[in-house]
């Protein structure tokens, strides 16, 4: 998921190098919503799984 996220940050400023600010702009929202959702799962799964 970390993978999706650095991608759409790449196309993110790709696209805002090339002055497609709407196209940057949805992809910077895509990989900072994904980003978060990685740091939710990162520490639900270091809770969880410590408790093993």
Same mark, same amino acid.
């Given at each position: 998921? %970390?993978?999706?996220? %650095?991608?759409?940050? &790449?196309? /993110?400023?790709? /696209? /805002?190098? @090339? *002055?497609?600010? *709407? !196209? ?5 929202? !895509?990989?900072? &919503? %994904?980003? &978060?959702?990685?740091?939710?799962? +990162? @520490? /639900?799964? %270091? !809770? +969880?799984?410590?408790?093993?």
């Amino acid at each position: 998921m %970390l993978s999706w996220t %650095l991608l759409f940050l &790449v196309v /993110a400023i790709v /696209a /805002a190098a @090339l *002055g497609f600010s *709407g !196209i940057a702009g949805t992809a910077a929202w !895509i990989a900072q &919503v %994904l980003f &978060v959702l990685f740091i939710i799962l +990162f @520490l /639900a799964s %270091l !809770i +969880f799984g410590s408790k093993r």
